[in-house]
T-cell receptor
Framework: LAKTTQPISMDSYEGQEVNITCSHN???????ITWYQQFPSQGPRFIIQ???TKVTNEVASLFIPADRKSSTLSLPRVSLSDTAVYYC????????????FGTGTRLQVFP | NAGVTQTPKFQVLKTGQSMTLQCAQD?????MSWYRQDPGMGLRLIHY???????DQGEVPNGYNVSRSTTEDFPLRLLSAAPSQTSVYFC?????????????FGPGTRLTVL
């Protein structure tokens, strides 16, 4: 399974756009990039998943360059409630039976 | 749908005691799993199940047992609690065996072993 590297922590202010970059240099052809969000005292929650180019949903956007060796989670106009840990995962589309979580990026949003 | 539910929310045990953490899901998901989360670390897989009657070990299975007698329930048993098992435990479920399917996590059980 491809290893991921992401910043340990980030700070932002309300209303700003936040971009969290994840490095996954040895991603395989059948791997997807998936992001989960975890609020304090809660279980992780799926945010977004993509394979290449750009994916957008009501919560976030995910940008994946052509070489797929990195990806960027973009949170538009964050609010205090976006304070959470964000996990980048590389997930094979087959031949795996578990998710591998790293330590994630702790995002703190200030007023 | 209640989603994934876990009981209890908090538990304190003494070393050597046994207990069962309950997990249930009402989404008819085939895949269920247990993770533990320790401070400063990501989630680590303990055990998982790909369907009723089928279970397998994850990364850190020692000291834990599981069974899957129904699709809905996936209890985690601590056989003889140790302080090293102090952690937050999360149960998760997914529609199929594909990990690209969304995994739904429960609210967690915070366990302290004295």
């Amino acid at each position: 399974l491809a290893k991921t590297t992401q910043p340990i922590s980030m700070d932002s202010y309300e209303g700003q756009e936040v971009n969290i970059t994840c490095s996954h240099n040895n991603i395989a052809t059948n791997d997807y990039i998936t992001w989960y969000q975890q609020f304090p005292s809660q279980g992780p929650r799926f945010i977004i998943q993509g394979y290449k180019t750009k994916v957008t949903n009501e919560v976030a956007s995910l940008f994946i360059p052509a070489d797929r060796k990195s990806s960027t989670l973009s949170l538009p106009r964050v609010s205090l409630s976006d304070t959470a840990v964000y996990y980048c995962l590389v997930v094979p589309s087959y031949n795996t039976d578990k998710l591998i979580f790293g330590t994630g990026t702790r995002l703190q949003v200030f007023p | 749908n209640a989603g994934v539910t876990q009981t209890p929310k908090f538990q304190v045990l003494k070393t050597g005691q046994s207990m069962t953490l309950q997990c249930a899901q009402d989404m008819n998901h085939e895949y269920m799993s247990w993770y533990r989360q320790d401070p400063g670390m990501g989630l680590r897989l303990i055990h998982y199940s790909v369907g009723a009657g089928i279970t397998d070990q994850g990364e850190v299975p020692n000291g834990y047992n599981v069974s899957r007698s129904t699709t809905e329930d996936f209890p985690l048993r601590l056989l003889s609690a140790a302080p090293s098992q102090t952690s937050v435990y999360f149960c998760a479920s997914g529609y199929s065996l594909a990990m690209t399917d969304t995994q739904y996590f429960g609210p967690g059980t915070r366990l302290t072993v004295l």
